[in-house]
Structures are given as C-alpha cells and as structure tokens.
C-alpha cells in the first residue's frame, strides 16, 4: 500500500486516538470514528481529552493538514476505507469472560457501510481463539464477500504511547493471509522494525502473554519486597543486582503498590478465563494476580501497626491515577487502596493532577484537594500513591510542618528518604527494611 492510503479507525478511545494520529501523520487519510458524538464534537473542535504526551500535538497537526477527520455515523468515510482497525474496548468479566460486543458491534458497521474495505485489522486485545469467532460470524453474515482479518496488537505504554507506536519494539500481524498481515506491517513504513507474521491465534496469544509476563515480573518484586521488609534487606538494590543479569532486566522490577490500569489487569484476568474456559486454572497467572491484588493490604497493614490503628485516622493520598503522565483511573492500584482504607474508617484526602476527570466515587468517598500541599494540613499519614513527578519534589519540611502526624509510606519507591528523615518525619517504604522508620 502506498503512503496515501484509505484507513478508517473504528473507536477514538486511547488506542484508536494514539493509531489513528500516528497512520495520519505518516500520510494517510484517516476516518475516526465512535458512537459517544459528544467526545466526536470535541476531537473535531481540536479537544482532546486523553492526557498523553505529544498527542494533542499531533492530532492537530493532522486535522490541519486534513490527512485526519473525526466522525459519529458510521456511513461517513467508511465506505472509502480499504482497511479498517478495529480499537474497541473488549472488557473482561470475571465471571463470564471477554465481552466482544462492542468489537461485533464494529464488525456489523463495516460490513454495512465499508463498501471498499478489504481488511480488518483486530487492534483491540483479544483472548486467544478471539479471530476466529469473528470469522465465523463475518460468515455467516457476510457470506461470499472476501474480507481478509489481521491481528496487530499493540504494545503501547500510556505516558509515551507515540512513542511508541511511531517507533515500536516489535510489528505483530497474524493473518490466515500473509500478503494482508504484510499489507498491515507496510502501512506503518517502519522496515528498520523487527516484524513477525503468524497465525491469528499467536498474534493474539504474544500480546496476552507479553502482559501476562509483565505483571509477574512486578507480582515477583512486590513479593520479594515483603520478604525484604521482614529481613532487613534493601529491595532497590536486590533488584538492580537482579536487573544485571541480561536475562532478567531491570525493568518492571519496581516494588510499590502494585499494577494497575487499562491492560496488565484485564488481559491477565482474560487470559486466566480463556485457559479455565479451555479446561484448566493457570495457577502461576492466578498466583500474579493474587499477589498484585493484596498488595494494598501491604500498605495498608504497615498504615495499621505504625498508627495504631486506623478508624478515625486522616491519611493523605498522593495521585489517583495508575500512573504518572496518565489521566487514566481504570484499576489504578491507589483509587483501591483508598476505597480500601476509607471503609476502614480512615478519612480520606486526595490529590491528583489529572483530578478534572476523577470518577465519581473518588469524589463521593474522598475529600479531593488539586493542590497537595493543602492536602496533607492535619492529617496522621502520608501515601505516596503515584510517582507524579510534582510529589517526588515536594518540600518535606514544609509538608511536617502541616501534618498531625509524622508517618510518609511511599508506595512507589521513589522519595528521598534522607530529605524525609531530615525533616523529622518516619519512612516507610516496599521492600527498604534498612532504610524505613
């Protein structure tokens, strides 16, 4: 395919937004489409919602540039799309498993209005065995029309997804047609890029198993970090002399509070469901999700013993979102812990630069503060919950002075513990049993 290509992206959430901007900017012309109107009004008008670097940036610039359209209705641009991505959600109960109606829902708008398409491309993160429902239900309703399907999954990190869909580690395109799946690898003009072509069920499978292996690296280092709180051992630096060996890395190898957010959770549940759908459990992958899950009972039990307790306690919350640079609050490890605390009888406040899209029950259950520093006047503990980078510069000694108490629990490893100390405050930290108290 040329770099004029015809693209339709069907879902201008933080997947589709992140694609749709990057195939425009390469140059081609790209349809976005999603069913919320009020969110299509705003992406045409140059607003864009989601807090990521550089992506503001560059869906203006490509709007301008025309090369980049939003729309409500289906029928407007996507007749004249060759290819489509589909980067619906595909939410995962844990009951009944992956929820593909809005991917099938997205599949019946092409296969309405997508006179010229030839190629679907699955973008969203799917359970194994997913392509192949779709096939069988594009056949049944499609009948003799040609459609060839591509899963690409991505590896976006939120906080540099551009980045990383610009320049990506690996392109995965797995297709029952090896002249579409590189068809799909073509538009993205990165040759320089190492790119695997493979069936549709190990396309799908490398993503789930890429996520699932994330998160047990960070399930590792948390549960290591609770032995390092019993033995006096210093978890950063276990970690480091771990992260020297070139088969292990030193990546996601951070102790904290946990994982959280729109993908390691969902697809790690996902794939525990496929594989109990497929006749067993996966103790290892259940065993990651157990140790994550727990981990703000960690914190919330080092709370417990150094306050004596927690009902009528006032603890302050520093960041709600599942990570810095991030306007995202889906999983996020501190919401839980909040929750957690406040219906231990502890009073909540809570402080996060991307407040102005906190869900409602941050606000029916926290008392929320956009500035940290009035956040922490009166309260018996501090809780570093997300590494901002404004809370890792934050003056203890003027934070001291505004507390009742004298307790700071980093949950994320990143405070200067002498600059706490020095300010007459107690440290404790995951995994840091010489440094912490």
């Known amino acids: 395919m040329g770099s004029n290509s015809s693209i339709a992206v069907i879902g201008a959430g933080y997947v589709g937004l992140v694609n749709a901007a990057c195939l425009a900017d ?73 929820d593909l109606r809005n991917l099938m829902g997205a599949i019946d708008s092409v296969l309405d209005h997508g006179e010229s398409t030839s190629t679907l491309v699955l973008r969203s993160t799917v359970p194994p065995g997913t392509t192949a429902i779709v096939s069988e239900n594009i056949a049944a309703r499609n009948g003799h029309r040609a459609l060839d399907i591509v899963v690409h999954p991505e590896f976006f990190q939120e906080g540099q997804a551009v980045a990383d869909c610009q320049a990506p580690s690996r392109v995965v395109v797995g297709s029952d047609s090896e002249a579409a ?27 789930q198993a890429s996520n699932a292996f994330l998160a047990a690296k960070i399930s590792f ?33 951070q102790a904290g509070i946990g994982f959280g957010g729109s993908c390691l959770p969902k697809d790690l549940r996902a794939l525990i469901s496929s594989a109990r759908s497929l006749g067993w459990s996966p103790p290892a992958l259940e065993a990651v999700l157990k140790v994550n899950d727990d981990q703000i009972l960690v914190i ?23 990570k810095p640079d991030t306007a995202d609050f889906r999983d996020s490890p501190a919401m839980s812990l909040g ?45 570093l919950a997300t ?5 890792q510069d934050l003056n203890w000694a003027d934070i001291g002075r505004s ?35």
């Not at 290591?224 to 480091?240: F, N, S, Y």
């Not at 102005?356 to 008392?367: C, G, L, R, T």
Request: glycine share 10%; proline share 5%.
């Open 26 to 98: 390469i140059g081609h012309s790209v349809a976005c489409f999603d069913t919320d109107s009020k969110k299509v009004s705003r992406l045409t008008n140059g607003i864009v919602d989601i807090l990521e670097p550089g992506l503001p940036e560059l869906v203006a610039k490509n709007q301008d540039a025309g090369r980049l359209t939003f729309h409500a209705a289906a029928d407007e641009g996507l007749g004249h799309a060759e290819t489509v991505f589909l980067c619906v959600d595909t939410p995962t109960d844990p009951v009944t498993g992956p």
């Open 181 to 207: 799946a590189l068809r799909v690898a073509d538009l993205w003009q990165n040759p320089e890029t190492p790119c695997m072509a493979t069936d549709t069920a190990t396309a799908e499978m490398i993503k």
């Open 221 to 253: 280092i948390n549960e290591m970090a609770r032995i390092c709180d019993a033995t006096g051992a210093d978890i950063d630096l276990v970690a480091k002399g771990m992260g020297l060996d070139p088969r292990i890395g030193r990546r996601y190898l």
């Open 300 to 322: 919330a039990e080092k709370l417990d013993t150094r306050l004596g307790g927690l009902r009528g306690k006032k603890v302050a919350i520093l960041g709600l979102t599942f």
């Open 339 to 383: 929750l957690h605390l406040s219906r231990a009888g502890v009073e909540i406040r809570a402080t996060d630069p991307a407040l102005d899209q906190a869900p409602q029950v941050a606000k029916n259950e926290f008392e929320l503060f956009t500035d940290p520093e009035k956040c922490v006047v009166g309260v018996d503990a501090v809780v």
């Open 387 to 391: 590494a901002w980078s404004a809370y």
């Open 403 to 437: 507390m009742s108490g004298d307790l700071v629990v980093d949950g994320r490893n990143v405070l200067n513990v002498s600059e706490i100390k020095s300010a007459g405050l107690r440290y404790v930290g995951a995994g840091r049993g010489s440094v912490s108290d």
